[in-house]
């Protein structure tokens, strides 16, 4: 079955103790992107990947960081996490093909941080 | 500022009823509009796309209006369903520009048995 995989689904930490978010696609797409979603201020995009080892920041990538060195894997860090980045977490792969383009996201992680 | 501005923030409609909701954009080089559904709990899904060289594109009870002269689009579902309950996501995107998704911050649609 074509998905996008992300672990953990829930997660509940401290200020400071650094984590990771899995992301995995078995679909073989080039592009992945993480967003997180917070209430009113819909799906903000943290950072994307063209390509194996090609990041590249997004809208909102302070006290975040990101990895592509598998085509099917992309984990979100953060080395340092604060109470504000408490919010639902979603990676998502992507193709395009004869015009149509459609981004494939992950099942989400719901991250709190006390 | 928000490129694509989606209205209204939320909607309840009856069952059988049309649900309409709005967006606007401001760049002229968009040649990619697609609405994208959520349930909660679960990550967003492409619904429905269209492409500014057409007016209007229709899935089942799902259709897309354009007005590329307005500069907006619309999503209409026809004879809602308590099960199109959801968070309805507009988007936009130029051809080259990374594949970057310009997305309107949602609606929330209630639908009333």
């Known amino acids: 079955e074509a998905q996008v995989t992300q672990n953990p689904r829930y997660l509940i930490t401290v200020t400071g103790k650094k984590l990771t978010v899995t992301c995995s696609q078995n679909?073989?797409?080039?592009?992945m992107s993480w967003y997180r979603q917070d209430p009113g201020l819909g799906l903000r995009q943290i950072y994307y990947?063209?390509?194996?080892?090609?990041?590249d920041k997004g809208d909102v990538p302070e006290g975040y960081k990101v990895s592509r060195k598998e085509k099917r894997n992309f984990p979100l860090i953060l080395e340092s996490p604060s109470p504000n980045q408490t919010s639902l977490y979603f990676c998502?792969?992507?193709?395009?093909?004869?015009?149509?383009?459609?981004?494939?996201f992950g099942p989400g992680t719901r991250l709190t941080v006390l | 500022q928000q490129q694509v501005k989606q209205s209204p923030q939320s909607l309840i409609v009856q069952k059988g009823g049309i649900s309409i909701i709005n967006c606007a954009y401001e760049n002229t080089a968009f040649d990619y509009f697609p609405w994208y559904q959520q349930f909660p709990g679960k990550g967003p899904a492409l619904l429905i796309a269209i492409r500014p060289d057409v007016s209007e594109k229709k899935e089942g009870r799902f259709t897309i209006s354009f007005n590329k002269s307005a500069k907006q689009f619309s999503l209409h579902i026809m004879d809602s369903q308590p099960g199109d309950s959801a968070t309805y996501f507009c988007?936009?995107?130029?051809?080259?520009?990374?594949?970057?998704?310009?997305w309107g911050l949602g609606t929330s649609l209630a639908v009333n048995p």
């Open positions: 679909m073989n797409h080039e592009y």
């Open positions: 998502a792969s992507s193709w395009v093909a004869g015009g149509r383009y459609e981004q494939f």
């Open positions: 988007a936009a995107m130029r051809a080259g520009n990374n594949r970057k998704l310009i």
């Open positions: 990947s063209m390509n194996v080892e090609v990041t």
